[in-house]
């Protein structure tokens, strides 16, 4: 039944979808695009024919790699949907695209739960305040289990987790779902594409009853309006219910899980009827701010303000992703980027699907397009009206962990090395380009070794280059071990005409982490402005540490005195004087040499238990933790990361192929001695 909506903007869901590595993103992606009618033939990422995955190097791998942005219509609602990369290497890819998302679909494997990369996009969907609906998929799996996967969702990512299907058969038998807010059995045959709607099977009536009795209850709970209806009728109506889960969605109360096989096309209607039934629209999320405090409603008719959240700069163009948060853009029109201070033109709008795309004549507040056109903008640019300037806040980048040493076999191919890459950080913000000061090599960063090997492989496929790679090595830090106090840098020059005069004296000790600064100085010895200049001099010194040319963190600096000449004193000499001061500073202190360190999860047979752990010993891991399940064990550890590089190899031949493993960044650790001398 269609719903009609006064306000256009109401019937718009834009969502993504988010999951660990392996636990069928993807073909939920696919089964979407199919129940929707937007393709009429089932993708399947084992055979390289899905939709989203249309990068060669996703359907050689099987993973996805870049977010990927499609729409569709379902009940009269228009859903734009983003396929978020589940490896966390492309954790960056994953923060971008939340930045811009009004709701998501976590999915979770019934089998192993909540994994450590579903935990870790969790975390950055509560970041971004994105409402999620859960998804517990692979129900037809041997071990599937509907419980377990809702226990470990409550005991590791700690929402409320609100079921509300319960599973018609298991494993191989599983049929169907009994939706418990209807109180109807929604079954797929083999052969069928849509559900068959019928009663609740007698031998499940009971444990429904039971199971929506304790849906009831949680929801009274946690929602005043409900539970005063459930005090005066003892039951909460369907209309009730579904209004209560939306708002506690909304919320960030409560988290409404769903379930089924999206291999077997089971439980994909009902995902559907759920995105529009309990995700926002762009009316419902805040209205989005600018820099200055200035608020920009929901509204076509509003001043624009859209934020480019994704480039692919491809040989005939650039093709820059955009959403639109207030007013509307028009093909043609002028646009202000206000990253660049630049005016735009917009040549074309396209309502993407993956690599297909509609032409449109304009796109409204709420609505996720690509254009074509822009010459400058940029992954978290804003494009906003020329006469009402405003900047949204970016995506926040990632520091890079991993770096390779990247050059071309034949000498002439130089410059296309350099414009090749070029195109490669434009896209992907997350890589960067940099020459090495003492060799003169130039250096890939990006967050891990299957970033930097895609990064390579699109840059070998793409130009036609034929590159020489150098052995990952991997970005060090620098932190302060022990402090030193008083220490007084006079920083005076004198070469005719105005002279330099700044006198400071700086305590340096350790933080817990970063660069903090303040200052203690009294009788106005140093003036508020030169202040500020010291700590901008103190923090262009952090750039390279004494030990190795590192960056440095993990310190406080205070400024407790100093003093100034009449004449000679000045911004550039105190922002000198703290760069000059700092660093002779910590030529003084006892300085530690940090490395990257990841949190890295194995899966492997029982038999292999203890190969895996002599292994990740002699790669330095400290063992955290190891549980056995279902013939499998699992082993948590954290292992430095120079250690990890081609770790997938070994692991495989240790296993007889049968090992698997994650690993993601958690920090920096003292690096041993030997370290530094590399």
Not at 79 to 84: F, G, P, Q, S, V
Not at 128 to 140: E, M, Q, S, T, Y
Not at 340 to 355: C, H, M, N, P, Y
Not at 633 to 639: C, E, F, L, S
Request: charged share 25%; proline share 6%; hydrophobic share 40%.
């Amino acid at each position: 039944m269609r719903t009609h909506h006064p306000d256009p903007l109401a019937v718009v869901r834009n969502l993504g979808i988010l999951a660990h590595v392996d636990a069928g993103k993807t073909t939920v992606t696919e089964r979407i695009l199919f129940a929707t009618g937007t393709t009429h033939k089932r993708g399947e990422v084992h055979d390289g024919t899905t939709v989203t995955d249309f990068d060669p190097q996703e359907r050689d791998r099987g993973i996805t790699i870049f977010a990927a942005a499609v729409s569709c219509a379902w009940d009269g609602h228009r859903l734009n949907l983003i396929d978020t990369p589940g490896h966390v290497d492309f954790a960056d890819e994953v923060e971008r695209s939340l930045r811009v998302l009004d709701g998501a679909v976590a999915v979770f494997d019934a089998v192993a739960g909540v994994e450590p990369q579903s935990e870790s996009v969790w975390r950055q969907a509560d970041r971004h305040g994105v409402p999620r609906i859960a998804f517990v998929n692979k129900l037809d799996r041997a071990g599937a289990d509907l419980d377990a996967a809702v226990e470990s969702v409550r005991r590791r990512l700690h929402p409320a987790p609100l079921v509300v299907q319960l599973p018609i058969g298991s494993e191989d038998a599983f049929t169907g779902v009994v939706d418990l807010i209807g109180m109807r059995a929604l079954t797929w045959a083999d052969s069928g594409e849509t559900a068959q709607d019928g009663p609740v099977p007698a031998a499940l009536r009971e444990e429904a009853r039971r199971r929506r009795r304790l849906l009831e209850e949680a929801v009274a709970e946690r929602h005043p309006a409900a539970l005063e209806e459930f005090c005066d009728r003892e039951t909460l109506s369907a209309h009730t219910l579904t209004a209560a889960l939306r708002d506690l969605t909304h919320s960030g109360d409560g988290v409404v899980v769903l379930c089924g096989s999206a291999y077997r096309n089971r439980g994909i209607e009902p995902l559907l009827d759920a995105v529009v039934a309990y995700l926002p629209s762009p009316l419902d999320v805040p209205a989005v701010r600018g820099g200055n405090g200035e608020e920009r409603p929901a509204d076509p008719a509003a001043p624009l303000a859209a934020l480019a959240f994704k480039v692919n700069a491809t040989a005939t163009g650039r093709l820059t992703y955009v959403r639109v948060y207030s007013g509307t853009i028009e093909k043609g029109a002028t646009v202000w980027d206000a990253g660049a201070g630049r005016t735009e033109r917009i040549g074309r709008i396209l309502r993407v699907q993956a690599d297909r795309h509609a032409p449109l004549e304009r796109a409204v507040a709420g609505d996720i397009v690509a254009v074509v056109g822009l010459k400058s903008a940029r992954a978290g640019s804003t494009l906003c009206a020329p006469d009402a300037p405003l900047v949204l806040e970016p995506p926040s980048a990632a520091e890079p962990v991993v770096s390779v040493v990247v050059e071309p076999q034949r000498s002439v191919d130089t410059d296309r090395l350099a414009s090749s890459l070029a195109r490669l950080t434009e896209e992907d913000p997350s890589l960067v380009v940099r020459t090495d000061a003492e060799t003169g090599q130039t250096l890939l960063s990006g967050m891990g070794e299957l970033h930097l090997e895609v990064a390579v492989e699109k840059v070998r496929r793409e130009h036609g280059l034929a590159l020489n790679i150098g052995r990952p090595r991997v970005s060090h830090r620098e932190t302060v071990g022990r402090g030193v106090s008083g220490l007084v840098h006079r920083h005076v020059k004198q070469d005719g005409g105005a002279g330099q005069f700044a006198h400071v004296v700086l305590d340096v000790e350790p933080a817990e982490q970063g660069f903090e600064f303040r200052s203690t100085v009294v009788g106005g010895r140093v003036p508020q402005e030169y202040v500020r200049a010291v700590e901008a001099g103190c923090r262009d010194a952090l750039t390279e540490g004494p030990l190795g040319g590192h960056p440095v963190t993990g310190l406080r600096v205070t400024l407790t005195d100093g003093s100034t000449h009449v004449k000679d004193s000045s911004d550039t000499a105190f922002r000198t004087a703290g760069r000059f001061g700092l660093r002779e500073a910590l030529r003084a202190c006892a300085m530690v040499l940090l490395e990257p360190v990841a949190e890295v999860t194995v899966t492997v047979p029982e038999e292999s238990v203890g190969a895996v752990l002599g292994d990740l010993a002699a790669r330095r891991g400290r063992v955290s933790g190891s549980v056995t399940r279902g013939g499998s064990a699992v082993v948590t550890a954290t292992v430095p990361l120079a250690e990890l590089f081609g770790y997938a190899t070994r692991l495989r031949s240790r296993t007889q192929g049968r090992g698997t493993f994650t690993a993601r960044p958690t920090g920096y650790a003292p690096a041993p001695a030997v370290t530094s001398a590399r």
